[in-house]
């Protein structure tokens, strides 16, 4: 089984690989001259030329690679020219806005998915299994940034419970902070939780045909236990596979949120890179995204083995 | 059928008929009695509704599947008129179930201590350490040496015949009145066969404990029945006691089964090739005798009828002749 | 009991995704002979009407006094070309490449299928706005940045599907009579792929949509004067804090035909699983 996990790093690797391998295919066909763009229009050629050599853009396309790729190892993304910082500066000045707002939210929705997921399960063809799956139905289909924005209105103006935009840094106290991530967390994972609670109910449906449950019914077991301790346990493994696949949509999922409530993290970073076309910021976040989500997956993929006893108990006996 | 009306009837059936959604009838107008510390054998064919018979009893009926009666009582607990959660309560306190081995009854994501004693720590008020004591005594019991090590594994570590000896283990932790077995020795070997059955008739003679029986062999429901149903295509064929029934078979199919048990080794799922044809149809309800297709006797009055029989109140059959 | 509720619920799938589907393809249709207003007309004196306060516009006007409810029609062509042509591009390019992969296997399969897992690794619409600073905002961006969106999917559906049905014993059988490689394809594959492309390409309408929105709404889709629900909801932003009802036609309008096209993909899944079992 350590023959599975290893397996399973190379195979992480080469995605990555493959997705440098793409973003810096992508943004070296884009349109227009690097060195123009940063030193504007009234620039000289000859000073042109001097960036365009400090640069590297002068060379072959796969040296640029290796060095960018260098870079990378070394855990230097470049320079940004519209900030004139450090990309992985950049990055790690506006990570925590982003991070917590994708763990708020998967954290909401995996919870409301779970309890969700198996009531409509227990409840199987009931009006309560119809209702919690239209609901979700529902829920997957609304764009968030409408969400959003109807949320600001009822919840920011009219209730007046939660502020309307900005981000409150956790030193500032735990309170304000969960108030200022509670409504962008909360509309991001309304779009999460429809295909969440799905797989939930589909596996505690698999899981509570299985002959244990009848065991556990013929036991007399209240059924709080039987559904907690019999039903969900192995109900659980597809959910946490699924989580883990939405965790890199909901990071993506951000660019958007954060657009709406005017949150300073990566999201925003990322459509200022984008409108102001600065190739090296957008570069380097691209990579440091798809390497977290990456990361996450594969550890989710390790973790789910060793949930698994049958599996975990294969790999102690190797 | 037995007919001495007794209120102290362990199990008292009247009439129990199953149907699927479709209307499908799976089993009909079954009578079960039983009486306190008997030990009573149900035998027949794969898919003649014996397990069902067993499952309404355990209210463990599948989705979409229906049962009425005129009568359901169990120890005098009234399936009719009582609430779900109390028929569960009172199954787990007083009815041991060993399944068939052929399915997944112990979870595979929890260690056998801690699916073995959770009942017994519920109904029996005790603290866990009292609960996994009696655990490894019952799992020695049934021939296990390293009790220790079984209780600290997780099921899929263990043989078929480790699982179905912790299912009969776990059925007995609660000291039940009654044990539901069905085909509790089909993944055994013949020596622990032989072992498990022991402790059963131990079971049965120090705690009165009545046991229900189901099997498709009969050589193991001779050896250890007193009394002895024989069920067909969700009907009863014939019921007797243990040596009448042996001794002055009636029906057409006891007659066949009983030729059959030399062999002994009935394989599960397999039609009993010894006697020729397939359990009927069960989708389209059957005018007659449902046995007919298959019975050397067949006349043609069994084409639209049947007729119920009673020699003496210990001995019923369901066919027009006198064989 | 239980499975004829089922069969009515499989079937509301089908009749009301159909329906939706359908009101957004009309919608769209409409739009091109009939709206109300010229959807780029601006009216100042006319600005800020709320839908219930003339007779005149039925949804109201927004800060430029152009007719929410001609904009909304309008707006459907985008949604509708540029997601309807993306997902065929989408669905083309990977079925192709999945084809490819499935039936040639060796090097070239490895490295395809490397390419498209190195796709699909790209989170939520990152991808599709690094597509966007390479083509340019507007209709084409869009259609390229969804259009490799929608790649990785078909790829992964046809060559699973291929590979599956090497499996098949009608494919062995016909195999082994020689069949040749195009008769192959179109006798023995497109049977058991067709359906399952037709319920992807229906479920990635729905995405396509959310992608497209999200995109305008971000200012990288559809450019003004031009409408588009994404960027009519992006505009609505500045005003609707005094103005709410700015924010209702569109939102409802993308919920809407995204449920519709979700649910007729659903629905179709679920017709084709009956038909196969």
Redesign the interface.
């Known amino acids: 089984m350590l023959n599975y996990i290893f397996k399973r790093i190379i195979h992480a690797a080469e995605v990555l690989f493959v997705v440098s391998l793409i973003t810096f295919a992508v943004l070296l066909w884009i349109p227009g001259d690097v060195a123009q763009l940063i030193l504007g229009s009234d620039a000289t050629p000859e000073k042109l030329e001097a960036l365009r050599i400090s640069l590297g853009l002068d060379r072959a396309w796969y040296l640029q690679y290796w060095d960018w790729l260098k870079g990378l190892f070394r855990l230097d993304l470049g320079q940004s020219y519209l900030f004139g910082q450090n990309v992985t500066t950049l990055i790690a000045q506006r990570l925590p806005v982003t991070l917590s707002i994708a763990v708020f939210s998967m954290l909401i929705a995996s919870v409301t998915a779970i309890l969700l997921g198996s009531l409509a399960a227990i409840k199987k063809n009931t009006k309560t299994d119809y209702f919690v799956t239209g609901l979700m139905q529902l829920g997957s289909s609304v764009p968030s940034f409408w969400i959003g924005m109807l949320c600001i209105v009822f919840f920011g103006l009219k209730l007046k419970i939660f502020p309307i935009t900005g981000y409150v840094p956790i030193e500032k106290g735990f309170i304000p902070y969960l108030n200022s991530i509670f409504l962008p967390s909360f509309v991001l994972a309304i779009g999460e939780i429809g295909m969440l609670l799905r797989t939930v109910r589909t596996s505690m449906l698999d899981s509570l045909r299985q002959d244990y449950m009848d065991m556990a019914k013929v036991k007399g077991l209240p059924k709080v236990t039987v559904y907690l301790k019999y039903a969900l346990r192995s109900a659980m493994i597809a959910p946490i596979n699924v989580m883990g696949i939405q965790f890199a949509k909901l990071v993506g999922g951000t660019v958007v949120i954060e657009s709406v409530f005017s949150l300073p993290g990566l999201g925003r970073l990322i459509l200022v890179a984008v409108e102001q076309r600065d190739i090296m910021l957008l570069q380097g976040l691209v990579i440091f995204i798809t390497f977290l989500v990456i990361l996450i997956s594969l550890i989710v993929d390790i973790a789910v083995m060793f949930l698994n006893p049958r599996i975990r108990v294969q790999m102690e006996g190797e | 059928m037995n007919l001495k009306e007794n209120d102290e009837k362990l199990i008292d059936i009247r009439n129990l008929t199953i149907t699927t ?2 209307g499908q009838i799976l089993i009909k107008d079954i009578t079960l009695d039983m009486e306190k510390g008997e030990i009573l054998g149900v035998v027949g064919e794969s898919s003649s509704g014996k397990s069902l018979t067993a499952k309404s009893i ?3 009926l599948p ?2 599947l229906h049962w009425e009666a005129e009568k359901f009582q169990v120890m005098g607990l009234d399936y009719l008129k009582e609430d779900p ?1 109390k028929i ?6 007083k ?1 041991g ?1 060993i ?1 068939q081995n052929t ?8 260690k056998i201590k801690d ?1 073995i004693a ?2 017994y720590v ?2 029996a008020k005790e603290s866990m350490e009292e609960a996994l004591a009696r655990a490894a005594k019952l799992v020695s019991a049934v021939g296990i040496r390293d009790t220790d090590r079984l209780l600290n594994s ?1 099921p ?2 263990l043989s078929g015949g480790m699982r179905q000896r912790v ?1 009969i283990a ?1 059925a007995l932790m609660n000291k039940p009145r009654m044990i539901i077995a069905d085909e509790p020795t089909a993944a055994l070997d013949s020596t622990v066969q032989r072992q498990v059955i022991d402790l059963f008739k131990i079971v049965n003679q120090n705690h009165n404990t009545s046991v229900l029986m189901i099997s498709h062999d009969f050589g193991l429901i001779k050896y250890y029945c007193e009394r002895i149903l024989v069920v067909y295509a969700g009907q009863i064929m014939e019921e007797a006691d243990r040596d009448e029934l042996f001794n002055n078979p009636k029906h057409p199919y006891t007659k066949a089964l009983i030729k059959v048990i030399p062999s002994l080794n009935i394989k599960k799922d397999e039609r009993l090739q010894e006697i020729k044809g397939n359990v009927p149809d069960m989708r389209v309800p059957v005018k007659g005798c449902v046995f007919k297709d298959r019975c050397p006797y067949r006349k043609e009055i069994c084409d639209t009828e049947v007729e119920d029989k009673l020699i003496n109140e210990n001995h019923y059959y369901k066919c027009h002749f006198d064989l | 009991m239980g499975k004829n509720k089922m069969k009515v619920n499989k079937k509301y799938h089908l009749l009301v995704g159909g329906i939706l589907s359908f009101l957004v393809l009309s919608l769209c249709l409409v739009s091109f002979f009939y709206t109300p207003y010229p959807p780029n007309e601006m009216n100042l004196s006319d600005k800020f009407i709320s839908p219930g306060d003339s007779g005149k516009y039925l949804l109201g006007t927004d800060h430029f006094g152009r007719d929410i409810l001609s904009r909304i029609m309008y707006g459907s062509q985008s949604i509708v070309i540029v997601c309807l042509l993306a997902v065929a591009i989408g669905a083309l390019v990977g079925s192709v490449l999945g084809g490819v992969s499935g039936i040639f296997k060796g090097r070239i399969s490895s490295l395809i299928m490397r390419g498209i897992d190195g796709l699909m690794a790209f989170p939520g619409i990152l991808l599709a706005m690094m597509m966007v600073v390479v083509v340019g905002k507007g209709k084409e961006g869009a259609i390229v940045a969804i259009s490799i969106f929608m790649v990785p999917s078909f790829a992964r559906l046809v060559y699973s599907l291929i590979l599956d049905s090497e499996s098949n014993l009608f494919i062995k059988a016909a195999k082994s009579y020689g069949i040749t490689r195009r008769r192959l394809l179109v006798k023995h594959y497109l049977p058991i792929i067709l359906p399952r492309l037709i319920t992807l390409f229906t479920a990635c309408l729905g995405a396509a949509i959310m992608i497209e929105t999200s995109l305008s709404f971000l200012g990288l889709g559809v450019q003004p004067p031009n409408a588009s629900w994404g960027m009519m909801l992006n505009e609505a932003r500045q005003n609707f804090l005094q103005y709410p009802y700015l924010a209702i036609p569109s939102g409802i309008a993308i919920s809407l035909s995204v449920l519709g096209f979700n649910l007729l993909g659903d629905g179709l899944n679920e017709l084709f699983t009956k038909r196969r079992s």
């Open positions: 959604s479709s355990l209210n463990l989705e979409g959660d569960r309560s009172f199954i787990g306190e009815i179930y399944p399915g997944n009854y112990l979870h595979p994501m929890i699916q959770d009942g519920l109904y997780y899929w570590q299912n776990m």
